[in-house]
Antibody
């Protein structure tokens, strides 16, 4: 079954870091980019960044540069997104999404991971 | 990287057609034909409806169609159904391996 399975919900304190994982199955992992998108409560979708096929190159939205790191483990078909220096404004559902190479759309999404930042 | 501009809300009656616009600058949606559209029901992950401006993935109803004119992309839903009531987002490639979403449009089926 073609799917992206994300890790479970997290609760973090302000200033901490969080790492969310996204495990791919049912397709050739190295044929696709992986993106991360977040959605704060009641808000719209916000693109965070992309990691390429081999995991050696990531591009981040300007807003998150310096605070986000995306990595990829091809041996386990898993991508990771780590966000540091968390504040309450980082409370959101974080989605991973499969990106079709060169065409820049997302054809498969994970179910999302809720990250709550609270003291 | 400012968001693409979408109307906050649109509405229509069952059976009618509605159009949601997505307007960008020449540096994003205006320069590329790489606009996609997503439907998101409450509490669910987004679902791809349209890609490359006007192409539908397998399994998406032909009631959904996409178009582009100048700096504005549009999603049209014909024959509105109750289940179409949802949030809709456009997404565009803006160069340098980056993309941007529209602010989202809430569709109400009256």
């Amino acid at each position: 079954q073609v799917q992206l399975v994300q890790s479970g919900a997290e609760v973090k304190k302000p200033g901490a870091s969080v790492r969310v994982s996204c495990k791919a199955s049912g397709y050739t992992f190295t044929n696709y980019y992986l993106h991360w998108v977040r959605q704060a409560p009641g808000q719209g979708l916000e693109w965070m960044g992309i990691i390429n096929h081999g995991g050696d190159r990531a591009t981040y939205a300007q807003k998150f540069q310096g605070r986000v790191t995306m990595t990829r483990d091809t041996s386990t078909s898993t991508v990771y997104m780590e966000l540091s220096s968390l504040t309450s404004e980082d409370t959101a559902v974080y989605y991973c999404a499969r990106g079709v190479t060169y065409y820049w759309y997302f054809d498969l999404w994970g179910r999302g991971t809720l990250v709550t930042v609270s003291s | 990287q400012s968001a693409l501009t979408q109307p906050a809300s649109v509405s229509g009656s069952p059976g009618q057609s509605i159009t949601i616009s997505c307007t960008g600058s020449r540096s994003d949606a205006g320069s590329y034909n790489l606009v996609s559209w997503y439907q998101q029901h409450p509490g669910k992950a987004p679902k791809l409806l349209i890609y490359e401006g006007n192409k539908r993935p397998s399994g998406v109803s032909d009631r959904f169609s996409g178009s582009k004119s100048g700096n504005t992309a549009s999603l049209t839903i014909s024959g509105l159904q109750a289940d179409d009531e949802s949030d809709y987002y456009c997404l565009s490639y803006i160069g340098s391996s980056t993309v941007v979403f529209g602010g989202g449009t809430k569709l109400t089926v009256l």
